[in-house]
């Protein structure tokens, strides 16, 4: 999955990036995986108070990927060059397969992670392009995966990780309306029940 994760052909996945112990970003993660812990998914990614927007962005975007790559290592041998030449969710959406390779999560430049270094000032366009790369990955998987994810016994693990993703997007704007059309049906279905 070059886009995203590097060469296409490699079987191997590894975590994304490791928010170091002992910094803000890793107190922040902390605070995030135990406010997850509360089952309230749209509590959850409220910004905590008196916190950085960029920080909290940044700390749960490397969250999102190191888990959408996890998910995406148990389905990678059914997605390979001949299964799924294209990237595509359904018929009506293509993507395409990036060339090159370009980790901006472990460019401390675009994601500092010692306290004190600001980010750089394009930084929410820089969070959105990969939170919208990551969005689809998820529609993919939905779209052309879907049965392989539910034979390993991995839908509930997919849903509760899209469905976090999506509350996240959603509470600050993150992703354009028009991207998420893919899922749209699905969203508003995993949603629905938290609006009430």
């Known amino acids: 999955m070059s886009f995203l994760f590097g060469s296409r052909s490699s079987k191997t996945f590894k975590p994304k990036k490791n928010i170091p112990e002992g910094t803000h970003q890793y107190e922040l993660m902390k605070h995030a995986a135990a406010t997850l812990g509360s089952g309230n998914l749209r509590l959850a990614v409220m910004l905590p108070e008196g916190e950085d927007l960029n920080e909290w962005v940044a700390v749960n975007s490397v969250d999102f990927f190191n888990q959408i790559n996890m998910l995406y ?21 293509e993507y395409h397969w990036a060339d090159g390779h370009t980790d901006q999560l472990d460019d401390e430049t675009l994601f500092p992670s010692k306290i004190g270094v600001p980010f750089p000032k394009n930084f929410q366009s820089i969070a959105k392009t990969i939170l919208k790369r990551l969005f689809r ?35 600050f704007s993150l992703i354009e309306r028009r991207e998420l059309a893919p899922l749209q049906e699905l969203i508003d279905k995993l949603t629905a029940k938290e609006q009430r």
């Open 73 to 93: 290592g148990t389905i990678t041998e059914f997605c390979t060059e001949d299964s799924c030449p294209i990237m595509s969710a359904g018929p009506k959406y």
């Open 137 to 171: 990955v998820y529609a993919h998987i939905y779209h052309q995966h879907f049965s392989e994810v539910v034979q390993l016994g991995e839908e509930a693990h997919l849903n509760t990780s899209f469905k976090h993703f999506i509350f996240f997007v959603q509470e």
